[in-house]
């Protein structure tokens, strides 16, 4: 069974940092792209970051770029999220989703992060 | 890159169709077969119905897809209790700013 299972969310004052990781098991994690999407409280889903199989390659978007960085270790079937100067606005659910747009789309349940002093 | 524009809420009776709009730009929804649309249940992990624009995952065949110009489609027949969920539509953009971007999602209501 294909499951991935977040971690690391909490709270953090801004202009913090936090980690998120993103434990894959059920499928072979090294043949797939990998994104990070979230939603803040009462809004809807937004794309975050995105990186390739094999980690050569990522890209952001323009809201967190400079701040977050995205990686991933694939003896560990693990991904990450480093998140740096955090803002209010980037509170939300950080969910890790496998192929965003195939048929082998999966998404883990979310961790929350919650930026507040 | 603006979110894709959604109508906000849909609703309809049991066995009845609906359909929700996706509208987007020439730059993502009308450059790309790649929308998507997924289905979310609050406090559980969103679900993809439909991905390049017509395919479905699995086969619940009462979700289809379809897009035309700058607008993508979902069409849910046979309404189902179960339907009752938010949908968003997604599309790859390609461009600096956001590679994807995401609609600004429906609530669906069963009557």
């Known amino acids: 069974e294909v499951q991935l299972v977040e971690s690391g969310g909490g709270l953090v004052q801004p202009g913090g940092s936090l980690r998120l990781s993103c434990a894959a098991s059920g499928f072979t994690f090294s043949n797939f792209w990998m994104h990070w999407v979230r939603q803040a409280p009462g809004k809807g889903l937004v794309w975050v970051s995105r990186?390739?199989?094999?980690?050569?390659?990522?890209f952001y978007a323009d809201s967190v770029k400079g701040r977050f960085t995205i990686s991933r270790d694939n003896a560990k079937n693990t991904l990450y999220l480093q998140m740096n100067s955090l803002r209010a606005e980037d509170t939300a659910v950080y969910y890790c989703v496998r192929d965003l747009m195939t048929a082998s789309n999966h998404w883990g349940q979310g961790t929350l992060v919650t930026v507040s002093s | 890159q603006s979110a894709l524009t959604q109508p906000a809420s849909v609703s309809g009776s049991p066995g009845q169709s609906i359909t929700i709009s996706c509208t987007g730009a020439s730059s993502d929804v009308g450059s790309y077969n790649l929308v998507s649309w997924y289905q979310h249940h609050p406090g559980k992990a969103p679900k993809l119905i439909i991905y390049e624009v017509t395919k479905r995952p699995s086969g619940d065949s009462r979700f289809s897809g379809s897009k035309s110009g700058n607008t993508a489609s979902l069409t849910i027949s046979g309404l189902q209790a179960e339907d009752e969920a938010d949908y968003y539509c997604?599309?790859?953009?390609?461009?600096?700013?956001?590679?994807?971007?995401f609609g600004t999602g429906t609530k669906v209501t069963v009557l």
């Open positions: 990186i390739n199989n094999d980690g050569s390659s990522a």
């Open positions: 997604c599309s790859f953009a390609g461009s600096s700013t956001s590679l994807y971007v």
